[in-house]
């Protein structure tokens, strides 16, 4: 009797079988039907002659569908497909165990993991509390086969969010879980903008590094980028650019500072 689909336990040995009948004698085949090579008694093959195929400590690499194909010469040739599918708990990994970031920075956490039946996954906090997506958090699957990745995005992270986080993976065969840790690290240095608005005629400014000037009657326009630390704003040196009538105008500094407060500074 020719075999049906099949499900089977990791390990285990499977026979499939493949029954064909006719004048002359047909000659019968197997493969797998997306054509890879599998492993069999120890060799990598792309096809096993016979009406069975016998394949021992079957893995999850074996699942698929296979076909078998019976010819004697005589049109057409046909065929029957076979599904094998292969059953194991769930296995999990972590790329990263330890991740770093900053305070107010999105984070991504990832954890890899491989189940037959499909596992449920979730993930909890180090306190135990299944977390929800929504909000802060956004917990997503990204599916491949038997394959799946589990990944957790924590946005604008505060300080009480650095700590242990667990993934889970179960099935009704098994259950395996995975812990990433993530620890603070020191934000990078801010960027921010100064823009020269009006300056007093004949007045000396200058300015370490190049600066990039455009005057239009007693205005002059200048823009730099620097470098903020904490609340502490570099000194800047600045270079006589013109001399003209004196006006009396007021020289103002707007430091816009990305992820800080937005500061005016008249001299």
Known sequence: MTSTDMVVREATDV????????YPEPYVMWRREDGQDFNYNGESVSVVDGETLTIT??????????LCIASNGVPPSISKRIMLMVQFPPMLSIPNQLEG???????????????????INYWTTDRGDMIISGGKYE?????????KFMMLKIRNITKEDFGF????????LGETDGIIKLDEIPAPPS??????????????????????????N?????????????EQIRDFDFYEENA???????????????SAATQMLCL
Do not use: W
């Open 15 to 22: 026979t499939l079988v493949c029954r064909a009948s006719g």
């Open 101 to 119: 970031a900053y305070v107010g920075q999105d984070v991504t956490l990832e954890c890899h993991t491989e189940a037959y039946p499909s596992s």
């Open 57 to 66: 400590k079957v893995s999850r690499l074996h699942m698929g569908a296979y």
């Open 191 to 216: 960027v921010f903008t100064t823009t020269l608005k009006s300056v007093l005629d004949n007045q000396t400014i200058r300015k370490k590094g190049q600066l990039q000037i455009v005057q239009t």
């Open 218 to 230: 007693d205005a002059v326009s200048s823009t730099f980028q620097g470098e903020a630390f904490g």
């Open 139 to 147: 917990a997503f699957p990204v599916d491949s086969g038997y394959n």
């Open 244 to 258: 003209a009538t004196k006006k009396d105008k007021l020289l103002c500094l707007i430091l816009i500072v990305i």
């Open 165 to 172: 986080y667990k993934c889970i993976a179960k099935n009704s």
